[in-house]
């Protein structure tokens, strides 16, 4: 699991609340990201940051938002959740901190499921 | 836009029989594709990255392949605990690019 973990594991909110998920390495890994997965679609990149307080977007982005305030925490942060937002939420790390081959391996934890009612 | 297509959907194998997973990508620039095992509840497990053309991985029982245009994952002699559901993924070599883009996987089971 990359030294990577997540929480909470699972979560049931309603439509409308703030909702915010939070990943935690232990390893000081520079690159972490968040993906979502769901049937039918596979796993998407929601954001990822480079460093604290550098983040940008991903492929799905919209209706998230993302922190970065140390090296250690990447908090993902619906702020109104919907009912589309029902998925599994994985954080992930690449262990690098410069670029060269290796660089690019993603190592995922074990993932948050949240419900949106 | 980047784009992986994993064949078959399920595979059903028996205990022993060999077969191969094609993942089917297309990408501007590739900087590397990657393979993951992906076990039910849990997260995606890593377990190759290919990189050029001709390259070959191995463990266990199995060996990952890249082409131009594909990979394969070829799995020997199966046991029932390979059973998974087994995820392609590449990243194309444009500048600031970090995204991977993933298929939606081939869940193989292995019948004892």
């Known amino acids: 699991d990359a030294g990577i973990t997540q929480s909470p594991r699972h979560k049931v909110t309603e439509t409308g609340t703030p909702v915010t998920l939070r990943c935690h390495q232990t390893e000081n890994h520079r690159y972490m990201y968040w993906y979502r997965q769901d049937p039918g679609h596979g796993l998407r990149l929601i954001h990822y940051s480079y460093g604290v307080k550098d983040t940008d977007k991903g492929e799905v982005s919209d209706g998230y938002s993302v922190s970065r305030s140390k090296t250690e925490d990447f908090l993902l942060t619906l702020e109104s959740a919907t009912s589309s937002q029902t998925s599994v939420y994985f954080c992930a790390i690449t262990p690098y901190a410069s670029g060269g081959i290796g660089a690019d391996t993603q190592y995922f934890g074990p993932g948050t499921r949240l419900t949106v009612l | ?112």
């Open chain 2, 1 to 112: 836009e980047d784009q992986v297509t994993q064949s078959p959907e399920a595979l059903r194998l028996q205990e022993g029989e060999s077969s191969s997973l094609n993942c089917s990508y297309t990408v501007s620039g590739l900087r590397g594709l990657f393979w993951y095992r992906q076990d039910p509840g849990k997260g995606p497990e890593f377990l190759f990255t290919l990189y050029s053309a001709g390259e070959e991985k191995e463990k266990e029982r199995l060996k990952a392949t890249l082409t131009k245009k594909e990979s394969f994952l070829h799995i020997t002699a199966p046991k029932p605990e390979d059973s998974a559901t087994y995820l392609c993924a590449v990243r194309n070599s444009g500048a600031g690019s970090y995204q991977l883009t993933f298929g939606k996987g081939t869940k193989l089971s292995v019948i004892p």
